[in-house]
């Protein structure tokens, strides 16, 4: 069990060395969902209940993996129970809020690709963290994640409505945004120490 | 339906310039931005990712016969996950460093978009020759966007390439590049680079085509 | 999914849905193990090695060395158990103790920082270090591994104890570059404060942990035979 208190944990994953801005997980979703607001929120909702599961079930599976002395099943393991959480995240989703369901179209399963998913899971195991631990960390990673894409998607909206260079427009201008926006996150270093 | 006569070095080299998985299809970009801080950290991933996407090319159109329409997902994960675990401990065997400094993200080609993308579109219907080639082209395609990511990171971010000091020690390294930030600059600025010569490239051939009545 | 029209397939049978699964299944596990075993021996060398040289690096008067764990009522025993924080004692020419080598990790700035610091059971002091594993900035915080002025820091790092030896008398931290006054004060480096002040919580957290137990029962194991080689 790493020394990390629950705060610092949190603090790291949500601001300090968010997933999107810092460690540069989840950008497919990330780039292709923020054009709009209220996608990128549902988007983050989604993905932030998808983590707390995958992490809780990756603590799980890391604890069975160590009692038969398997790690090199982790990959393999931790991206089947990742795409089956999914499965059923989506099947939750088209019976409680089927508008929902249809404007996420095909970044929902595109959830089970989402790096930041078993990166949560990988870096989670690495760092060794204890159950508790790794439940904050699955909520801070989420917490970070969602409001990663709302700033983007917000600054994205305006820019749909500026005079952008056609060579700029797009992914390019997407990209400068998240630039600008990583290092201003990075001003959240040394909080929660 | 119209067979379409795509030479065999067309399937090699379409991944290289015309659909490279980084900068056109906008593929796999979580590890071209993560790792790219250094060179050889951006080649190594890239060869890796090349291993992963030629075996799994290989394995799903051999057996793409075998296996039915609604397993394919799975069996396709199954098969990624198995290579890319295969390569996480050859790259231990082969370099306790190397492995280090890449981390947790040789595991994540596992959720590379690139390599599941190109076994559902293209080696799960097509010969193995054929998917053989197609892997291995846009394996080196996102092999060199790595690298060129890379290279520019770490020559204006560290001062060197591959490890060896270029400048001397009054280079005032440009340190955002080898932050997150600067992974989203270079890219930013590579992807308009290539967007800027595709265009020349429609405007070429649109003059051609209006010269030619 | 389903395809309307002339290219709908008939439905798969169950029998080549379990075919498939199982086959795959088979032939991944049989890929994974494979490779697992091939390179077990290999990857375990390495890790050996490298370990090995970072100990003669940290503590050079070591001729021999045995990893040494925690007991449950906090004393110490020798272990084989593989740990991803081994701890060892080493010993000189005649098989005298000359000091501890631990291996701790805590989190930097950009993820976990794995370190290995030699203790003198004369000195009472941290006389060693080296950072065995680190993701820290390039060129900022990976400044702890290489910088001078701060590898000097552990020429000789107070880490004396209480008198009932059971913590550290002056907790080890980490303090503005040039800011140095007492011996168990690490001269931080300016532009890596975050890198450098976790490595005087890593450093201060393990020493709490193991200073007073390798102190207490190094008395125990003062003496080792040399391995006949």
Sequence with gaps: MSDASHWSVFVNAALVNNFVLAYFLGICPFFGISAQLETAVRMGGAVSFVMLVASVCAYSINLLLDAVNAPYLRIISYILVIASTVQLVEMLMRKLSPTTFRAMGIYLPLITTNCAILGLALFQTNREYGFTQAIVYALGAGAGFALALVLMAGVREKLDLAEVPELVKGTAAALIVAGILSMGFMGFAGLGR | ?213 | MNIPGPLQQPPTSAWSMYRAIVGIGALCALLIVTVYETTADRIRENQEKFLARAISEVLPEAQSTIAVALTDDGGLKESVEATTLPVFLGYGAEGKLVGAVVTAQGMGYQDNIRVLYAYSFELDAIVGFKVLDSKETPGLGDKIEKEPHFLANFERLDATLTMDNDALLNPIVTVKQGQKTEAWQLDGITGATITSDAIGKILNASANTWVPVLKQNSQAFSRREPAED
């Design chain 2, 1 to 213: 339906m119209l067979g379409k006569e795509i030479s065999t070095t067309d399937e090699f080299v379409k991944g290289l310039w015309r659909d490279n998985p980084v900068f056109v299809q906008v593929l796999g970009m979580c590890p071209a931005l993560a790792v790219s801080n250094t060179a050889i950290n951006a080649l190594t991933m890239g060869l890796a990712t090349t291993f992963v996407l030629l075996m799994s090319g290989i394995c799903v159109s051999a057996l793409r016969n075998f296996i039915p329409r609604e397993a394919r997902i799975v069996s396709f994960i199954c098969i990624i996950a198995s290579f890319v675990t295969a390569v996480d401990y050859l790259i231990m065997a082969i370099s306790l460093e190397l492995h280090r400094s890449l981390g947790a993200f040789i595991a994540l080609i596992v959720v590379n978009c690139l390599i599941l993308g190109r076994a559902e579109a293209f080696a799960s219907k097509n010969t193995l020759g054929r998917s053989v080639l197609d892997a291995l082209g846009m394996g080196v395609g996102f092999t060199v966007a790595l690298l060129w990511i890379g290279v520019v990171r770490e020559i204006l971010g560290s001062g060197s390439l591959f490890g060896v000091n270029l400048f001397p020690d009054t280079f005032q390294t440009w340190t955002v590049m080898v932050l997150p930030s600067g992974g989203f600059f270079a890219m930013a600025m590579w992807l308009l680079l290539v967007n800027r010569l595709k265009q020349k490239e429609t405007e070429a051939e649109k003059q051609i085509q209006e010269a030619t009545p």
